[in-house]
């Protein structure tokens, strides 16, 4: 029995799998078990930021391995303190909640959203209403689910969590429209992902803002896929001007140990106490690490400029190819619009060719390593080119 069929055995069918069994990665390539080669314009969606098994990150996690793999939110560990001290001095957040993936960090930001508005206005208020954008995507637990703006996702599971309302992005009369005195939160991705990489517009960005600070609504941030340097600055508020009430980071910010991150302001950083909320692997060591390690890499000014750079040059390259309509998105978080393919075939192309890539609705979804090289990019443009001919 090869690998496959031991795995479908198993392991029960809830993703479609190409047929690839990756062995081992180094740099920004993977191996497969076969021996093939692939470069890697997708980082496990995001998520290697620093790509596959970077010396430093190595160590960092198995110096914690040696030392404490694990123990329980009942007392304190150092790397957990140094790695949201890290956080804190990057972001400009003071105060944050440690879970293990995005969906749980969101669940986190959706309970203090509700319990400002429980705390300050009352139960009878029934302020607890949350306005999510159409097209978003925000997890895969019901709560996030629910919060979700896209049909496609809304079904089998019924009844829904309720308390959600979709607005159309960049549609600041249609947001407004849906704001009234039980809404306590607008939840929003700078940058649509799972949606189709589309960017939100600024200036239905600052009146969203302007309206929320005049309202007290509150204001969450859902960079799990577009945060930790992925768009060339560590958060993509930066580049907006705005700062969140509430912004939630996953995926990349510890490059491939599951974590997931819930920051929030003065505001909102005193609003969970004691036993409000919980996770057992929430902060556990060997995450901190892995996120202290690439946090500590990409968050600099230096590091922040290539990946911007890096990000003009895939736009400069994808634009000589005959084939491609246009790119959405911003640093190395890329949306290829084809002008006849298929995105869905382009990427088992891709693959056949030695190239891994995604898709998000109908386009080619790239988020490559933040450290690709520009030759590892030029390869992988050569091997999309030939694909699309």
Known sequence: MNTIEKFNEHVMGTYGRYPLVMERGEGRCAFGEDGKEYIDFGSGIGTNSLGYCDEDWVDAVCRQARAVQHTSNYYYTKIQADFAAKLAEVTGYDKMFFGNSGAEANECAIKIARKYSFDKYGKDAERYNIITLKNSFHGRTLATLSATGQDV???YFFPFLGGFINAEANN???????????VCAVMLEFVQGEGGVNPLKKDFVEELFRICAEKDILVIADEVQTGSGRTGTFLTSE????????????????GGVPVGVCLADEKCSGVLAAGHHGSTFGGNPLACAGGLAVVS????????????????YFR?????IPEVEGVDGLGLMLGIRFKSKKASEVCGRCLESGLLVLTAKEKLRLLPPLNI????????????????E
């Not at 600041?172 to 005195?181: A, E, F, G, M, Y």
């Not at 090289?373 to 699309?388: A, K, P, S």
């Open 153 to 155: 996702f809304h079904n």
């Open 316 to 320: 400069k390259k994808l634009a000589e």
């Open 297 to 312: 890499k990409v968050s600099t000014k230096e590091f922040l400029e290539d990946v911007r750079q890096k990000g003009e």
């Open 239 to 254: 580049q907006y001007g705005v700062k969140p009430n509430i912004t939630t980071l996953a995926k990349g910010v510890a």
């Open 172 to 182: 600041i009369d249609d947001l407004r429209n849906k704001i009234d005195d039980r």
């Open 373 to 388: 090289t520009y030759d590892e990019i030029d390869r992988g443009l050569d091997i999309l080119g030939r694909v699309l």
